[in-house]
């Protein structure tokens, strides 16, 4: 699956899955824009060939020649960490960052863009969670901030010309992954193969999504769904637990330590313990991903220890 849009603006394209996402759009002969402060990404992460741009979206300023000719924009930039010390700044940030972008995309007449929004819009809610739940009551600030913004993105897409694809991501993993439960065990097995720390107690249970599938999803639904505001759940229809991804890792260390645990039901203020979203309505357009949760955490494992070396 492609991408038609000749020239294409990422937001935030210096991080994990944005630098997955330039490579992708590269590969299909777009001419790429990357525009990021660096803040949760790398310089590094920009394939050659796509034009980097230093920007803190939070400036209106810094939007200023950057969205000439574009025909799409992909807006992944967000201040991400849901254990925040900050969650008023946060949520005034991410808002800031989408508001700023949404009015220099009016002045540059560019009226389609790819926002990746989170599962965590849901809070705490039943599972498989549909995109059509309701109340959404997120418990993190990074949560609020992202429900907000598909508010903001609702709004100009119900009103102006502008077509939206808001994407509810479950986890992603996969090469270049930092600061998640993957690599994380991986460092801490690496200094000590002997025991493994866990946050929480282990029983914790998500989606975790390949970034490969998790891009193959986004062009899927950027290709066949037409409507003004067009929402879908990113994830697989299986769950791992915080206790399965430990073994997988140790398992794949070809270790076999002791777990010891933190406690209490979460891994951290925020964190929701339990998550699997419905994928039925992206399904229905076709799509369904490559791999099981489990089978996406042992892939993203054996990717990252060839990495961290």
Sequence with gaps: MTITADRVLV????????????????????????????????????PDGAR???????DP????????????????????HVNTDRPHAQFEDNTRMTRNLLEAMADADVTEIAYTSSSTVYGEAPRPTPEDYAPLEPISAYGASKLADEGLLSARAHSHDLTVWNFRFANVVGP??????????????????????????????????HVDDCLDAIFHAIDRAEGSM???????????????????????MDLDPEFEYTGGERGWTGDVPKMRLSIEKLSALGWEPSLSSDDAVRRATRELLAELR
């Design 61 to 80: 300023d810094a939007l200023d020649g950057l969205l000439e000719g574009v025909d799409l924009v992909f807006h992944l930039a967000a201040s991400k």
């Design 176 to 209: 270049g992954l930092r600061g998640a439960v993957i690599p994380d065990f991986i460092e801490k097995l690496r200094a000590d193969p002997e025991t493994l720390t866990i946050l929480g107690d282990g029983r914790q249970e998500k989606s975790y999504l």
């Design 11 to 46: 937001t935030g394209g210096a991080g994990f899955i944005g630098g997955h996402l330039v490579g992708r759009l590269l590969a299909d002969g777009a001419s790429v824009t990357v525009a990021d402060d660096c803040s949760n990404g790398s310089r590094d992460r920009v």
């Design 52 to 58: 980097f741009v230093e920007a803190d979206l939070t």
């Design 230 to 252: 067009n929402t879908f759940n990113l994830g697989t229809r299986t769950t791992t637990s915080v206790d399965r991804i430990a073994a997988i890792v140790a398992d794949e």
